[in-house]
């Protein structure tokens, strides 16, 4: 499990967690004990509402937003800044793309540097673009 902290004051967990009640109720009695003012109580998050894009996340991603997500440096605060989008974005698509283009790069023996064209030629192998 990987916790992430974002603006240097949201913690949010990487992915769902998956418990059982038992341990879904020591959890939230530990946060409730640890953020007294802050629980609010339980809400259950449908699919039909984790998958509705808000207007902050439905920005597409550009080919040349692919290829600084993949070649700088920077942390994500800053990439975040560059790329116009909040620091979660940056972290999930960190997550569910550079794995696969590495990935694919291996298998198709390409070599750094990482250009547009190779992220164009891995964007139309796998039909998303």
């Known amino acids: 499990m990987r916790i992430l902290v974002i603006d240097d004051k949201y913690v949010d967990f990487e992915a769902p967690i998956c418990m059982t009640m038992s341990q879904r109720k020591k959890l939230i009695k530990f946060l409730n004990k640890m953020f007294p003012d802050e629980y609010k109580g339980e809400r259950i998050v449908t699919e039909k509402d984790r998958s509705h894009p ?8 550009t080919i040349d937003d692919l290829y600084i997500l993949l070649t700088s440096k920077d942390n994500i605060r800053t990439l975040a800044l560059k790329l116009n989008r909040d620091e979660m974005s940056i972290t999930m698509k960190s997550a569910d793309f550079m794995p696969e283009f590495f990935k694919w790069m291996k298998n ?9 064209e190779m992220i164009n030629k891995f964007l139309k192998e796998r039909g998303r673009k």
């Open 108 to 116: 198709n023996e390409y070599k750094y540097p990482i250009t547009k």
């Open 54 to 61: 808000s207007p902050k996340t439905s920005k597409k991603w």
